[in-house]
C-alpha cells in the first residue's frame, strides 16, 4: 500500500479540516494518508506533498518529495510558456547596468522588476528612466530575477490553483494597480470565486510537467489585458494560501484537489520525486520570453524616450517610491 503524507504547518481550523478530508478520501482508494506539520513526523518511505520548502537533512530516509523549491522565477515562466499559456513579455539581463536598454527595447517608460525572492509584492518594483535601479543592487540574481511588460487592462489577478491534469479553482483578487500609491499596502482588497481562463489544456499540461521537475500542489497567477486576453504574471510552486480559500470554498478548492491527486494516483504517481534542485532544471535555460502584449501600458507610446521630462507614468508612481 502507497502511503502519502501531507506536510502543512497551518493552525487554520478549516486547513487541517481540509486535510483530513483529503486523507479520508485517499484511503478509499486504497492509499495510506496522513498529515503532520512538521516534515521530520513523516512517515518513513512515504510520498511528501509539501506545502512549504523544509530542509533537506530534515526529510525522513526514503521519502520521495514534491514540493521543494526546485524551479526558479524565470525557469517557472520558462515551463509554463512551453506548455502554451501566453506569457507576459519578460527577459532577464546579465549586468545590472543593462536595464536602462530596456526602456528603448520594450517602447516604454515603465516596466517591472521581480525578484526571484518576492513574495505578496514585496519584492516587485517599478522600474523607470528615472528610477531604473532594483530594490538592493547586491541581491540582484541575473539567473533568477526577471523583468516583465505591464499589461494595459484590468489591475486584478486571477489565481489559478492545479495540481497534475486538473485545474480546479480560480481565485478573482481585486489587487491594486502598479501605478496605485497604495500598490504595497495589502495585496488585494477583496476577492471573490472566479472563472478560470479557458487554457485548460495548457494548464493540465503544465500541472503534469510541474511534477517532473519535484512541483506538486501550485498556482498560475493572469492577468487580463484591455482586450480580454488573460496573460501568465507568474506562477507559484509552494506556499500557496489555503486559509482564505479553503475555508469560504472549501467544496470546490478540496474536490477539486482531490481530483488532482486521484487522477495522478491512477497514473501511477508519475513525478521526478526531489530533495533539491533537479538536474532537469538546467534545461529551462531561456533568458527572454513570452510575447509583447497588443496593448501598450498608459502613456508609454506618447513619451518623448529621447528626453529625461517627467512622464504621465513617472508622475503617477511618485507616490510610490
Not at 478549516?14 to 486523507?23: E, H, I, K
Not at 547596468?97 to 519584492?123: E, H, M, Q
Request: proline content about 5%; aromatic content about 10%.
Amino acid at each position: 500500500m502507497e502511503t502519502i503524507n501531507f506536510i502543512d504547518r497551518s493552525s487554520e481550523t478549516s486547513v487541517q479540516q481540509g486535510l483530513t478530508f483529503l486523507c479520508e478520501q485517499l484511503e478509499t482508494l486504497g492509499i495510506r494518508a496522513r498529515w503532520y506539520p512538521r516534515v521530520e513526523e513523516a512517515d518513513a518511505g512515504a510520498i511528501l506533498l509539501l506545502h512549504d520548502p523544509v530542509d533537506e537533512d530534515k526529510i525522513p530516509p526514503g521519502c520521495r518529495v514534491l514540493g521543494q523549491r526546485c524551479l526558479n522565477r524565470r525557469q517557472r515562466l520558462v515551463l509554463a510558456e512551453r506548455c502554451g499559456l501566453p506569457v507576459v513579455s519578460w527577459t532577464s539581463v546579465a549586468d545590472i547596468n543593462d536595464i536602462p536598454k530596456l526602456f528603448d527595447r520594450w517602447g516604454t517608460d515603465a516596466f517591472l522588476f521581480k525578484a526571484d525572492w518576492s513574495y505578496s509584492r514585496g519584492g516587485i518594483k517599478c522600474l523607470t528612466r528615472r528610477d531604473w535601479q532594483p530594490f538592493n543592487p547586491r541581491r540582484f540574481n541575473p539567473d533568477a530575477d526577471v523583468f516583465m511588460r505591464i499589461l494595459n487592462g484590468s489591475p486584478d489577478t486571477h489565481k489559478v490553483d492545479l495540481f497534475y491534469d486538473q485545474a480546479f479553482a480560480c481565485r478573482h483578487m481585486h489587487t491594486r494597480s502598479v501605478f496605485d500609491r497604495k500598490f504595497y499596502k495589502g495585496f488585494y482588497q477583496r476577492s471573490e470565486l472566479g472563472f478560470i481562463p479557458p487554457l485548460e489544456s495548457a494548464l493540465a499540461k503544465l500541472g503534469k510537467a510541474l511534477t517532473q521537475y519535484g512541483q506538486g500542489f501550485s498556482g498560475v497567477d493572469f492577468m487580463y489585458d484591455a482586450q480580454g486576453q488573460p496573460w501568465v504574471i507568474e506562477l507559484n510552486t509552494s506556499s500557496l494560501g489555503r486559509e482564505a480559500t479553503w475555508s469560504r470554498w472549501g467544496d470546490v478548492y478540496l474536490k477539486g484537489y482531490l481530483a488532482g491527486l486521484t487522477s495522478w494516483i491512477k497514473a501511477g504517481c508519475p513525478a521526478k520525486f526531489c530533495h533539491g534542485i533537479p538536474e532537469d532544471a538546467a534545461q529551462l535555460s531561456e533568458i527572454s520570453g513570452g510575447a509583447l502584449p497588443l496593448s501598450q501600458p498608459d502613456g508609454a507610446m506618447a513619451a518623448d524616450l529621447g528626453t529625461t521630462r517627467v512622464t504621465k507614468t513617472e508622475k503617477l508612481l511618485d507616490g510610490i517610491r
